[in-house]
């Protein structure tokens, strides 16, 4: 069992087996997101999103034989990849990154020198037709990363009422035709039409939005908004956030990397109120020693991935990183 920082050491002779074949998911942001962690040999380290192990892989080459790394997911896929890692510095957990503090408690780990989470999806669960994460593939309505829990995105359709899904493809998917959109999935319940496949899902959202893009499937962002709905992205992060805060040491490094304009706009507020925590008004007789100590300082402007890996990775395109440092203060 993991310990503090001031247990026995952990023998590392032992190397990771990730190869290509069971790490097809290009990484994005890979060595600008562990350059980011500023990682000590012997520090401990929370992989919150260990998807097929990228991060995983590097920041382990670069631990000491007393550096530690935990890795979670709540996707079984990417478990049984992190379970197959045979290095002793390292474990794998199945758990929602939101129950970060839980997951460390059970290893006896009270903090730690960083925390990376790399937000959204991974390339093979889009890829992965059963899954029902893509228009691109004719599979079961599913979506959900946790397939071991929750109702899959073919369930709650029996059951959500137009305006509550117009309202969710509108506010997760920023999809302009969310009214029409809603509008035509449910008459087609109503018609007696169950909507159990990705292909269904994407044939009914296309009659309903005009060809305006013709480099975008109409489905884009109704499949987005469904996916982050059902498995609650934005309110897991809104969850982790806050819970980094006392787990970090002084000095230890919070990386996010985020795909989503929404998570994106969170992280940054985030961080921008940890660092001023100044709510006062700016007339209120208070001096400036008197208030708040930030508790996170942000490190650099956010970094997005250079020309180059976009062309190698289409998918990174809309990547956002943003680091953040933990201060002294408690």
């Excluded at 034989?65 to 290095?87: C, E, F, H, N, P």
């Excluded at 889009?126 to 109702?151: V, Y």
């Excluded at 985030?270 to 001023?276: A, G, L, R, T």
């Amino acid at each position: 069992m993991m310990t503090g920082a001031h247990s026995a050491p952990i023998s590392a002779s032992v190397s990771v087996p990730l190869s290509e074949q069971t790490a097809p998911h290009i990484t994005v942001l890979l060595h600008e997101a562990v350059d980011a962690l500023a990682l000590k040999a012997d520090g401990i380290y929370v992989d919150g999103t260990f998807g097929r192990g990228g991060h995983s892989r590097l920041i382990l080459s670069r631990l000491g034989d007393k550096g530690r790394l935990i890795a979670m997911d709540r996707d079984m896929a990417a478990v049984a990849v992190g379970q197959s890692v045979t290095d002793e510095r390292f474990k794998m957990v199945h758990r929602h990154f939101s129950e970060i503090e839980e997951a460390l408690a059970d290893l006896g780990v009270s903090q730690v020198d960083g925390i990376l989470l790399d937000l959204g999806i991974s390339s093979p669960q889009i890829d992965e037709a059963e899954r029902g994460f893509s228009f691109r593939f004719d599979g079961p309505l599913d979506m959900r990363m946790d397939q071991t829990k929750g109702k899959t995105v073919a369930e709650w359709l029996t059951t959500v009422s137009e305006k509550q899904l117009g309202e969710v493809i509108k506010h997760y998917g920023e999809e302009r035709f969310a009214k029409q959109v809603a509008r035509a999935i449910i008459k087609e319940r109503e018609d007696g039409h169950a909507i159990t496949t990705t292909g269904q899902l994407a044939k009914v959202v296309a009659s309903a939005i005009p060809k305006i893009d013709p480099g975008q499937n109409p489905a884009t962002r109704t499949f987005q908004a469904l996916r982050i709905f059902i498995n609650q992205e934005l309110e897991e992060l809104s969850l982790i956030l806050p819970k980094c805060l006392p787990l970090l040491r002084a000095g230890g490094r919070l990386v996010v990397i985020s795909f989503h304009s929404l998570e994106d706009r969170m992280v940054k507020r985030f961080i921008q109120s940890e660092e001023s925590r100044d709510d006062l008004p700016s007339r209120f007789p208070i001096k400036a020693k008197d208030l708040p100590q930030p508790r996170l300082m942000s490190i650099g402007r956010a970094i997005k991935p250079s020309e180059a890996e976009v062309k190698n990775n289409v998918r990174a395109r809309s990547a956002v990183m943003r680091v953040a440092e933990r201060t002294a203060v408690l």
